[in-house]
């Protein structure tokens, strides 16, 4: 213990100075990451297509490079998985972290370097720690053990050589030093099971046996496993059987719907919830405030951000902005180029800046998760607020969610149905669909017009469904695990038509 607080002691006081000056020099730490970035892929296949050793200026960048998506750049991350080394990156590429797919495939596999495994990624995770060690000095953090939920990865051997394929979180355990297993549970080998229903079992009954201070994971999947701790220790909460736990490091899902959950277990006044922003893609922000969810856009990472106005992203001229251009309150959707080999990469995300010294974040939704049935852009955002102010009102708790559109056909004017697993039921289901329709027009203006008398759009219909219900129809479709999520909302009926379908609606 002595020894490790004298590490991390060191840690924090070096990261928190760096933390600090990339605060202070945010673009002047953008614009050295954008050299080194160019520098290192000068003589890759890619490098070498748009002649990087010429470009000396981001305008000379933006002029070069395309905006690109998984699809531009999937016939060079295939070319990778089949062997292909120094096409996107000089150094070589052996592990994919596998993510939800696109339009056209089921998954997509993002490149992991060794350099965006230990400037990204690691080095996230290490700033999460000292960030919150600052925040709090008294903290018994290494009084205990952490408990990570975490995926799993599959083996594939291509010419002698082994190529690595799964969740980041698997790709993250499988590569850390042996002395982390001295500190974290599950074991290793529990903690790579691909079987979700054996995974959460073994953990449930195996982490029982310690002492815990941390959980990070999944919201979603981390309440599973702590209801089933609970089912087996028969304890009333978790605090019962972990009374040292001080910490949940979240990201993956807005925690706002699952807050009261958690509380609900966790009746600690010491317990900590710590929001971070780590995809498949890169870790790119940390909640460094007490009293704020804001997060820290983490510069210095190995990353070079800019920022597409969300009214582009379909617009065949695209014009990203630096971090320098960004503006408060305004939808972006995030491009990326890494040490990893992604290049302008649209990651699929929207963002809005809720401060521009120090650039904070808040993560708004998804470019092609919304609802737009007649001009309305019902955005993940305006959802998740309008779900907690129904709630609020109607002393309800939603456990899962998903919402589509109804078009309109004939006489019946367009809607939006929702499919809502609560985990405490509203009083009456309709006082619940009309105070979600009312926060709904309150957020979103589009929305409100084409809500006006019902004229072009209808009421929401909403269905309650029982407990369990998503959590079987992602087993069903063999999507138990970390890296799935349910679909918030689709501007299509496949996901609530295939969902309805079971429940014959």
């Known amino acids: 213990m002595a020894l490790l607080n004298s590490v991390l002691s060191w840690i924090i006081k070096k990261r928190i100075h760096q933390i600090e000056l990339f605060k202070k020099y945010p673009h002047e730490v953008q614009e050295e990451w954008l050299?080194?970035?160019?520098?290192?892929?000068?003589?890759t296949e890619w490098?070498?297509?748009?002649?990087?050793?010429?470009?000396?200026?981001?305008?000379?960048?933006?002029?070069?490079?395309?905006?690109?998506?998984?699809d531009s750049l999937k016939p060079y991350i295939e070319r990778l998985r089949n062997g292909e080394q120094n096409l996107l990156w000089p150094s070589e590429i052996r592990w994919f972290a596998q993510s939800s797919g696109t339009t056209n495939d089921k998954s997509k596999f993002i490149p992991v370097s060794e350099e965006s495994l230990e400037d990204c990624h690691y080095k996230g995770g290490k700033d999460m720690l000292a960030i919150y060690f600052n925040n709090n000095p008294e903290s018994n953090f290494f009084d205990g053990r952490g408990l990570a939920l975490s995926g799993s990865h599959r083996i594939k051997e291509v010419n002698n050589e082994d190529y690595y394929t799964g969740d980041l979180s698997a790709i993250i355990i499988q590569n850390l030093p042996f002395w982390a297993e001295f500190i974290r549970v599950p074991k290793r080998s529990v903690a790579l099971m691909d079987n979700w229903e054996i995974k959460i079992e073994e953990m449930a009954k195996t982490s029982i046996e310690y002492s815990l201070t941390s959980l990070s994971g999944v919201p979603s999947w981390t309440l599973l496993l702590l209801k089933r701790i609970l089912e087996i220790s028969g304890k009333e909460n978790i605090s019962e059987v972990w009374p040292d736990l001080e910490v949940f490091f979240h990201g993956g899902v807005n925690f706002a719907p699952y807050r009261k959950q958690f509380l609900k277990l966790i009746p600690s006044p010491k317990m900590h919830f710590v929001e971070t922003y780590n995809a498949s893609e890169g870790f790119f922000g940390i909640q460094d405030q007490l009293d704020s969810n804001e997060l820290l856009l983490?510069?210095?990472?190995?990353?070079?951000?800019?920022?597409?106005?969300?009214?582009?992203?379909?617009?065949?001229?695209?014009?990203?902005?630096?971090?320098d251009k960004v503006k408060l309150q305004t939808n972006y959707a995030m491009l990326i180029s890494t040490n990893a080999g992604l290049w302008r990469y649209m990651i699929g995300d929207t963002i809005e800046f809720t401060n521009l010294s120090p650039f904070r974040i808040r993560i708004t939704g998804r470019t092609k998760s919304f609802i737009n049935a007649v001009g309305?852009?019902?955005?993940?955002?305006?959802?998740?607020?309008?779900l907690a102010e129904a709630c609020l009102t109607n002393q309800a708790l939603i456990s899962e969610y998903t919402a589509a559109p109804v078009y309109a056909d004939g006489d019946k004017r367009a809607a939006h149905e929702w499919v809502i697993e609560f985990e405490i039921l509203p009083k009456n289901i309709e006082d619940f669909t009309n105070s979600l329709d009312k926060a709904l027009q309150s957020l979103n203006s589009d929305y409100e017009a084409k809500r006006f008398k019902d004229m072009i759009l209808d009421k929401p219909i909403l269905r309650m469904v029982p407990k369990g219900t998503f959590y079987k129809w992602l087993k069903k479709r063999g999507k138990l695990g970390g890296?799935?999520?349910v679909p918030r909302l689709s501007n299509n009926r496949i996901?609530?038509?295939?969902?309805?379908e079971d429940l014959k609606f």
């Open 495 to 500: 996901y609530i038509d295939d969902l309805l």
């Open 298 to 323: 983490m510069l210095d990472y190995g990353i070079f951000y800019e920022f597409l106005p969300i009214d582009q992203v379909d617009s065949e001229k695209k014009k990203p902005l630096p971090l």
């Open 376 to 386: 309305e852009e019902v955005i993940i955002d305006n959802a998740e607020t309008a």
């Open 35 to 43: 050299r080194k970035l160019i520098n290192g892929a000068k003589d």
């Open 483 to 485: 890296q799935n999520k």
């Open 47 to 70: 490098g070498l297509k748009y002649d990087f050793k010429s470009i000396k200026t981001y305008a000379d960048f933006c002029e070069r490079v395309p905006v690109n998506d998984y």
